[in-house]
């Protein structure tokens, strides 16, 4: 029974559970498992959604109406002419990333919900009872693990707003631009990984032991074990790069309104995570693709 409990724990870092064990030895089982359709067809509506949170929910006239009256605290001059289609955006960058980090909440919760289901369709293992009773277990735990999930993002929120202040942001200025903007990077950075894994923690126990263990594999070794695992690195990976080279255009003195802190860089996040995801998405299929091919050649040649 205590066995059996431990197994209903730990299932959703089970297929991790030894971190040194052969590659080789899952690659089947990873473009078996690998629900290319589905994927392809989520990636690809969370993809457009991001970029319509980015571009055109700001847009609203809600925030943008008040925001008119308080475009005092627009960092760069106005005197030189955009394009339209930028002025809601760049009228004040406060409820530019109020709108944007909205948006991106509502579309990582759903997008963490899709990884979580296929990591618990991945890992969980032994007969189709067995599986169903593991399956119960974890979906009585799935508020509790997404509250938890929400929680280590807002900590890891204000990380990013001490880090980001640390690399040269404002320190006393600014402050809901930087704190905005470092939400938003947490947000598409620490959410998936955390509902879909675990938080990791400095507890001694097993389940906790192997989800800092699956953390540090993943992020600080960049070492991958199936299109699961990609689908939540490479996005991360991507969104920081992109804000990284976002802010490279405020040094720049053209004092247009569109550099004003943070929007390049939140910006850049958002292409950073959306080029990353459809990376992923593209080298998970190619790798399927690969292995069903050698596994048809194999089977050709014992038949």
């Known amino acids: 029974m205590g066995k059996k409990k431990l197994t209903l724990k730990s299932s959703t870092t089970a297929v991790q559970s030894n971190p040194l064990a052969d590659d080789t030895a899952d690659l089947s089982r990873d473009s078996n498992f690998f629900p290319f359709a589905r994927y392809t067809s989520v990636i690809g509506v969370n993809s457009s959604l991001m970029v319509f949170v980015g571009l055109f929910l ?6 943008f ?25 760049t009228a004040n960058p406060v409820s530019t990333l109020i709108y944007v980090c909205l948006g991106v909440i509502v579309l990582q919760a759903w997008w963490s919900a899709w990884l979580r289901a296929w990591w618990i369709d991945y890992s969980l293992k032994g007969t ?24 280590f993002t807002a900590g890891t929120s ?48 097993t389940e906790s032991l192997l989800t800092r263990l699956n953390w540090i594999r993943m992020f600080a070794e960049f070492r991958i074990y199936n299109p699961i695992e990609r689908a939540v690195v490479y996005p991360a990976v991507g969104a920081v790069l992109g804000s990284w080279l976002g802010v ?56």
């Open 58 to 63: 700001p847009r609203s006239t809600t925030l």
């Open 65 to 89: 109406d008040a925001a008119k009256s308080h475009a005092s605290t627009q960092a760069t001059s106005r005197d030189r002419p955009q394009h339209t289609f930028l002025e809601p955006i």
């Open 128 to 151: 189709r009872d067995d599986k169903k009773m593991q399956k119960q277990s974890l979906d009585r735990r799935k508020l509790s693990q997404l509250g938890k999930a929400w929680i």
């Open 158 to 205: 204000v990380f990013f707003h001490a880090v980001t202040v640390l690399l040269g942001a404002p320190l006393l200025s600014h402050v809901p631009q930087t704190y905005l903007f470092a939400l938003l990077l947490a947000v598409l950075t620490v959410v998936p990984p955390a509902y879909t894994f675990g938080i990791p923690s400095l507890s001694s126990d």
């Open 248 to 303: 490279i255009p405020i040094a720049l003195d053209w004092d247009r309104p569109w550099q004003a802190w943070p929007l390049t860089p939140a910006y850049g996040a958002l292409v950073g995570y959306i080029t990353a995801s459809l990376a992923a998405l593209t080298v998970s299929g190619i790798k399927a693709l690969a292995e069903e091919h050698l596994r048809s050649l194999r089977d050709s040649k014992q038949n």
